[in-house]
């Protein structure tokens, strides 16, 4: 089982709408987790951290965790054209990478 | 704040010689830094892990011979790509751990190596 999955994508979205991306890890023991965003040819930017269980929110974007369930997701609501990207989602200090979910929101 | 950059941003090198990647936490003092890899449609790959003032920690599958990684202070780690080949081409991206507090990662802009 790979450390951590995420959905390829590409995930495409009509403007306006709530963009929603997944990520399971392997890893029970993982403490923090973190979602990147990442534009073609460039490097990762940080969007959100997250420790605790429960939804994080910061602007249109909110993190849930479940430890339980080994599952964290970001939801981006009222996604724009520029939010269009790879989002890489990052367990225990984001040394491990998925292949990251690619956004497409369509004007 | 947690800005880090990288110099240069871009580099073209013939076959066999050796490049040099600076990665600089402005204003920040970073104990550990790390290295990545990424190719065309794929995902970050991490190379190494860099500690100042101690030897680099390769991943399996990266020679340490031809990627010399140097953290000689709190504030810069260098990557010198010995010996590029074609293969070597890539973008490499290196990032910052603060030295206190959250393991959160801030990543440079990169630097993207052609070797022709």
């Known amino acids: 089982q790979k450390e951590v999955e995420q959905n390829s994508g590409p995930l495409s979205v009509p403007e306006g709408a709530i963009a929603s991306l997944n990520c399971t890890y392997s890893d029970r023991g993982s403490q923090s987790f973190f979602w990147y965003r990442q534009y073609s040819g460039k490097s990762p930017e940080l969007i959100m951290s997250?420790?605790?269980?429960g939804d994080k929110e910061d602007g249109r974007f909110t993190a849930q965790l479940n430890k339980a369930s080994q599952y964290v997701s970001l939801l981006i609501r009222d996604s724009q054209p520029s939010d269009s990207a790879t989002y890489l989602c990052?367990?225990?200090?984001?040394?491990?990478f998925g292949s990251g979910t690619r956004l497409q929101v369509q004007p | 704040g947690a800005v880090v950059s990288q110099h240069p941003s871009w580099v073209i090198c013939k076959s066999g010689t050796s490049v040099k990647i600076e990665c600089r936490s402005l204003d920040f003092q970073a104990t550990t830094m790390f290295w990545y890899r990424q190719f065309p449609k794929q995902s970050l790959m991490l190379m190494a892990t860099?500690?100042?003032?101690?030897?680099?920690?390769?991943e399996q599958g990266v020679e340490k011979d031809k990627f010399l990684i140097n953290h000689a202070s709190l504030t810069l780690s260098t990557l010198t790509v010995t010996s590029a080949h074609p293969e070597d081409s890539s973008f490499y991206i290196c990032s910052a751990r603060y030295r206190f507090g959250t393991d959160t990662q801030y990543f440079g802009p990169g630097t993207r190596l052609t070797v022709l």
């Open positions: 990052a367990p225990n200090g984001a040394l491990t």
């Open positions: 997250i420790y605790s269980n």
């Open positions: 860099s500690n100042e003032g101690s030897k680099a920690t390769y």
